[in-house]
């Protein structure tokens, strides 16, 4: 028998949300293919993970949009096949049913909040049998943090805090309060703060749950974690590295305003340095234009120097679509978190580093190394009870 | 003292050869810096190398153009800075008194071109008192050979055949002869059969020399080389992948020529097979056009599928200076090859497939997993006596 | 009331009139909105053409593949909406009753089929009243004449030959006999021969009918039409250009044979040559990737010279769907040729370049110029009776 | 013998000028080709313009560094070619001599300096027995002026205010003064506010001198004027075009100024909308990337839709150097607008759009109805005395 996985995603009504639970919905009935989900690549599913076809979608959102009006934007525009959303509908809907109201917008206290989303997160668990619940951030992306608040120093003093009435969670690591506090496993698929706070990640660790972050690597990045490398161990010298990136949607639009989009761009940027081992000239643009709706379209222009000096370029132009990029990766990190939580892991997961723009607990942005590091860890839970 | 090192062009007239000459002897004099020079990194400096600045240069061509000649031409096309040619005029007039008459065209027999050749070689060593010299092959590609002539399929049919005044080698393949007879390692830099025909390659084992090749992996080759991994560990489905190159100069006109292209093809498709597992369909071309002299554009389209059968695309365009790209490369080569015989290492050399874009010897096309089996290689090295 | 105006398309079920026929059903219900359509805007409208939403469709071909599973797989392949071809289904259908077979494949001879396509025409014509039937061929490219057949020379040379039971005529050129000899004006959407013959061409002097071709600027040669004149203007030099084309679909699959694509490129080639001054040396290349479908991809690289002979590039990538883009112009075309017909134009229509690769009487590439031909065609149309 | 003709250059030390200023002393030694002057082809030369070869310079400019290194720093730019430098130094210093310090910077009035600048002119002229003296601004850009400044208003009130010793004037219109006083002609060839602003414009009415403007169009706009007719005259509709642009030089320093840059983002922006007949979506920006030195690389990505709504894209990328492309232009301005002079054109001269992102009394934006604007203009000043 399968055992049952849940996923418990936060902006469960986003693309990259009805995506992932359509998707997961189509692979259990057969109709969907392997492609693009890393998990069955068989130096990863080496890990001995959780079924693909056993996974339970839930979540929370702050919009009330249903799932399946969703789902039928997403096949007109060409992201989900029209004859696959029809043969999940019904399926769709139970996920509907599944579905609580998010927090953040609201009058109640933090604290008041936070033990509702636990509750919902320990009530889905338990209604549904299930043996692991991996909680996905997938909502809108928030600014990162400005300045250090004490009250965010550590778990104890976050809980005085919160018991005195305040509100110093920025929303995204209010939701990971909520998830570790339930004992879930956590993906933060956005660059928003998250469980990168201190005092969640003290109490990821006290509660004995693996997470991971921050911001999936899905287009021009990716190809960044391949091009820089290339030339790095070539010792061709980058002079300036252009970034362009044009994106409709619900993304683009947060990311139009500029206190969001600092979180993107920062963790967009870091890569590059990281690799090539010295700062990199050249602009970094993220430009909303609505018309692309869930489309993508980056270009990069390297500047580069050879021997004697000589002057070289090279240009890519990324066309992609970002729930379908970013919708395998989120079943994948769900499987790959539920097996590490099984095997004991707890804390920033490094070797998941494959899947993101800024790793939490990896300096790595390499993707070859970062393959390597995750094929290792399979092998090694492969090998564990 | 710095131990000085041969390197015998094969072409030693051509863009690549002229490049690598001027620019050996800027670094000697240390007008160049190490920009594009893969011996300089660290990781693969660790294997103890000769000295760059104990380069001497000679060579065989048919062409007699003069080096200088050559050189100014080159950097009338913006490929050696002009300053730098003034600078090591001197030394380049010193070069060209080195160079000897190719073969190939003549009405000499094979064996007497053979030995002709093996003894300018041998020369060039006594007279400088070089420890080893490294044989070079830069000249113009050849076809493939096609079917297969028993004369070339092992040393003593081969030898027998020469001294029968019969004429059973490639060119390439001569000058690949007459290296090995003098006891000297070998880079076939070009597509051609070269060392690759059996009777070179048992050839090389029984002197006890080390060879690389076949075709230096300068440009499109090389960004494929990482791109593909990419697609391969991202489970995503490449559909089409085609591939176009512009170029013009010496290289160019050859190719320009079917039969000669067919190698220079044949070397540039095996990779992306080997990589994806699969067979990939899409167009590749090499096109002639004089006017982009010694530069060369490659523009290649990826047609891939995401995740639930979502297209979507890759493309980019690489502006690139073959023989600024090729002449480091040619002078790591040397170094490696001085340093792999030196310890001992006979035969086609695997690890240095990074630098080809059909490794002799092995089946990695990986630009990543190449980097890490030349740096092991540099280690084993560093820590042979 | 609305005057109906017929279309008989040889080709019937093929993708661009299939796309024309859908699109011209959706355009009598109100359900399509005028984009991609010429004859809509002011400056062509003004010529009184024939009212969009009366045409009526028919046509011969050699394949059964019902039009509305052709349909299908274009709604599927995003180039028709789903959504209107389910309200055209009905009106497809009875378009589908009025298809005849093709000709060609047969053992009839030339004179016994151009018999029977007239005939199919002609009846057309009558069971549905309408004043103008004009005959659009959109059938697979055939390679272009070689030599000069003295049967294809004038009008009487050729009945003759037909007399004699031959069959000098291309296939293309058998649909334009018959099209001329029932009276109707042609419209030659390929490169392939069709009306260019001499035969023919005296053949619609004498008929009174007027014709435009040939092969429709859709694409790539379309931008290049713009920018050449640019260049030129500008008094930049063009030292190459290179142009690369992409494409799946049943042109792609007819294009990969080298003798059909010789049509092609011959016809793409000629534009640039008149708009500069002077011969322009670089590749152009059509390639068939049938991953691609109804997608074409074209890559161009510009390579100019511009004071003191600095070197410049401009290069594009042009993605584009085939029949999307030819559909409107098949339909500006009918509504244009009536109109012509009617105000008395006979033989190849110069003004009507702005829609063609290869425009039949005249030698103007550039599409500035072209549109104010056509401009000023339909102001004269617009003043005739 | 040749009649001589004077240029005046408002940033006399700059790329633009000293680019223009040695291939105006090469076009004179017949070392220089006519690449890239439109002034050279038939229908414009129709227009009996003065002889290129009599071409004098002089100018003003608030730096001091010498034009002859300035110079050399485009060779090695590779902008000039070194030989052709060589050959025209004497005639440099010759030019070098004649410049004379700038204004804007300083303690005196604007009154002053209007003076100070106007005798510079107008001493230069005499100096040389030019009949005419053309006045060109390729100066850094300014940013546009805010709000409006009654002083600026007519020239009466300017003259006033200049009298009481107030400086309301910005610096590229303090030389559009000086220019207009000393009777000269002036080609606006950045989009600083200059002779656009009222006082100005009726100040060269009254002085009775044409002049040209705004900001030269060399690169990617000049693009943009050829493809969005293509796309209108097509009936396709742009749904978005997105503009990047990555400059070094001194102009991409002062473009990375935002102020500055508005004057710029203003001129490139206007001319789509103008030719598309609707607002277009989409970012445009300007990157300054000093690696890129006098070479600028733009990238456009135009989302358009065809018939039934099927969406397709065009992109392009435009590497050109500035100062190549502008220089010329430059050239071809001061001949026409001294023939204009010379023929009565007295204020703006709309028939000079051709060469401007802007252009002052003129709305056309497409760059093919701006060229038969320009042959318009040279065959009626061809038939003045």
Same mark, same amino acid.
């Given at each position: 028998?399968?055992?049952?996985?849940?996923?418990?995603?936060?902006?469960?009504?986003?693309?990259?949300?009805?995506?992932?639970?359509?998707?997961?919905?189509?692979?259990?009935?057969?109709?969907?293919?392997?492609?693009? =989900?890393?998990?069955?690549?068989?130096?990863?599913?080496?890990? #001995?993970?959780?079924?693909?076809?056993?996974?339970?979608?839930?979540?929370?959102?702050?919009?009330?949009?249903?799932?399946?009006?969703?789902? @039928?934007?997403?096949?007109?525009?060409?992201?989900?096949?029209?004859?696959?959303?029809?043969?999940?509908?019904?399926?769709?809907?139970?996920?509907?049913?599944?579905?609580?109201?998010?927090?953040?917008?609201?009058?109640?206290?933090? +604290?008041?909040?936070?033990? +509702?989303?636990?509750?919902?997160? #320990?009530?889905?668990? @338990?209604?549904?049998?299930?043996?692991?619940?991996?909680?996905?951030?997938?909502?809108?992306?928030?600014?990162?943090?400005?300045?250090?608040?004490?009250?965010?120093?550590?778990?104890?003093?976050?809980?005085?805090?919160?018991?005195?009435?305040?509100?110093?969670?920025?929303?995204?690591?209010?939701?990971?309060?909520?998830?570790?506090?339930?004992?879930?496993?956590?993906?933060?698929?956005?660059?928003?703060?998250?469980?990168?706070?201190?005092?969640?990640? @003290?109490?990821?660790?006290?509660?004995?749950?693996?997470?991971?972050?921050?911001?999936?690597?899905?287009?021009?990045?990716?190809?960044?974690?391949?091009?820089?490398?290339?030339?790095?161990? +070539?010792?061709?010298?980058? #002079?300036?590295?252009?970034?362009?990136?044009?994106?409709?949607?619900?993304?683009?639009?947060?990311?139009?305003?500029?206190?969001?989009?600092?979180?993107?761009?920062?963790?967009?940027?870091?890569?590059?340095?990281?690799?090539?081992?010295?700062?990199?000239?050249?602009?970094?643009?993220?430009?909303?234009?609505?018309?692309?709706?869930?489309?993508?379209?980056?270009?990069?222009?390297?500047?580069?120097?050879?021997?004697?000096?000589?002057?070289?370029?090279?240009?890519?132009?990324?066309?992609?679509?970002?729930?379908?990029?970013?919708?395998?990766?989120?079943?994948? =990190?769900?499987?790959?978190?539920? +097996?590490?939580?099984?095997?004991?892991?707890?804390?920033?997961?490094?070797?998941?580093?494959?899947?993101?723009?800024?790793?939490?607990?990896?300096? @790595?942005?390499?993707?070859?190394?970062?393959?390597?590091?995750?094929?290792?860890?399979?092998?090694?839970?492969?090998?564990?009870?």
């Amino acid at each position: 028998m399968t055992e049952r996985l849940g996923v418990w995603f936060v902006g469960a009504r986003g693309s990259v949300a009805v995506t992932s639970t359509v998707g997961a919905l189509a692979l259990r009935t057969g109709m969907a293919g392997q492609t693009g =989900l890393v998990s069955m690549l068989p130096e990863v599913a080496a890990a #001995r993970l959780p079924d693909v076809a056993g996974i339970v979608v839930a979540g929370h959102d702050v919009s009330d949009e249903p799932l399946g009006k969703r789902a @039928e934007s997403l096949a007109h525009a060409g992201v989900l096949p029209g004859h696959l959303l029809a043969a999940v509908r019904p399926e769709l809907e139970e996920a509907e049913a599944r579905l609580r109201p998010g927090a953040g917008h609201g009058s109640e206290t933090q +604290r008041a909040a936070a033990t +509702r989303l636990e509750q919902d997160i #320990r009530h889905f668990r @338990e209604a549904n049998g299930l043996r692991h619940v991996v909680v996905v951030d997938v909502s809108s992306t928030e600014p990162p943090l400005v300045g250090s608040d004490p009250r965010l120093a550590d778990s104890e003093a976050l809980d005085a805090a919160l018991d005195r009435g305040e509100g110093p969670l920025p929303t995204s690591s209010l939701y990971a309060y909520a998830a570790f506090r339930a004992g879930c496993p956590l993906v933060a698929f956005t660059p928003s703060p998250g469980p990168t706070v201190p005092a969640l990640a @003290e109490l990821a660790r006290e509660r004995g749950v693996p997470w991971a972050g921050c911001d999936g690597k899905t287009g021009e990045t990716l190809v960044k974690s391949v091009l820089a490398p290339m030339f790095a161990t +070539r010792a061709l010298k980058v #002079r300036s590295w252009a970034s362009y990136n044009l994106l409709g949607g619900g993304d683009g639009r947060t990311l139009a305003d500029p206190t969001a989009a600092a979180s993107k761009l920062s963790s967009k940027g870091e890569g590059l340095e990281a690799i090539l081992g010295h700062p990199v000239d050249g602009p970094l643009h993220i430009d909303y234009v609505p018309d692309l709706g869930d489309w993508k379209t980056a270009w990069d222009h390297v500047s580069f120097e050879g021997f004697l000096g000589v002057r070289m370029s090279l240009q890519f132009t990324w066309a992609g679509c970002d729930s379908a990029l970013a919708a395998p990766l989120v079943l994948d =990190l769900v499987r790959l978190l539920a +097996r590490a939580h099984e095997t004991g892991r707890t804390g920033p997961v490094p070797e998941l580093a494959f899947f993101f723009k800024a790793p939490s607990g990896s300096g @790595e942005h390499r993707l070859s190394e970062q393959w390597q590091m995750l094929t290792a860890l399979a092998a090694e839970m492969g090998a564990a009870a």
